[in-house]
């Protein structure tokens, strides 16, 4: 589980192409590594991954062929992602519950400034927009976000300068693809609300 507060960023400095994926090279100094076992949650762009091999101030991840061809953001070098180490029971929650398990990737349609603060609007994909509630909780590229104003598939969100310097938010433009996950409350809701009978399978 992680909270949606990034913190640090890193650059995907080598990719290695395996069977079934991709096996990433991640430096990344500005992230605490000394308590980072193998086997560690790191999440990536909002996408859960298991730490594998690590040196000082880089590590290695494997990301699935699955993984790749429902994300964004983990398939090149010179990438850059956000970063947050898997939360502790004891840990502050400052951001909101995430699971680090993508739902679905959005497009964004504005990224622009408005005083001291950037508006960003996000098209959804139509099988999400249903979860996306004003003033509810979202995650983009794993950072842990509230929505403003919701249309339809569209929804708007003010980003603080603070958020746009210490992320990879502050890269985004029109056209921009990002990583989606819903809030889990909203997820579990739509489950006891569905029509569809648990006990219907054989």
Not at 41 to 70: M, P
Not at 92 to 103: A, E, N, P
Request: charged letters at 20%.
């Amino acid at each position: 589980m992680f909270t949606g507060i990034i913190t640090a960023t890193g650059i995907i400095s080598h990719v290695t192409p395996l069977e079934q994926g991709l096996r990433l090279t991640v430096a990344a100094p500005g992230l605490k590594l000394g308590d980072v076992a193998l086997g560690d949650s790191i999440a990536h762009g909002g996408v859960c991954l298991t730490v594998i091999a690590k040196k000082k101030g880089s590590y290695q991840i494997d990301v699935s062929r699955e993984t790749l061809d429902c994300t964004v953001g983990l398939d090149a070098a010179g990438g850059e992602v956000n970063l947050e180490k898997a939360m502790r029971l004891s840990d502050f929650i400052g951001g909101h519950l995430v699971s680090g398990h993508v739902d679905g990737v959005g497009e964004v349609l504005k990224f622009e400034p408005v005083g001291e603060s950037h508006e960003l609007v996000i098209k959804a994909p139509k099988k999400l927009a249903k979860f996306i509630a004003r003033k509810g909780s979202v995650t983009v590229d794993g950072v842990s976000l509230t929505t403003n104003r919701v249309k339809g598939r569209c929804f708007s969100i003010n980003l603080i300068p603070h958020t746009v310097k210490v992320t990879t938010l502050r890269n985004l433009k029109a056209g921009s693809r990002v990583n989606l996950e819903i809030d889990l409350i909203a997820r579990y809701v739509e489950r006891m609300l569905s029509k569809e009978q648990v006990n219907s399978w054989t």
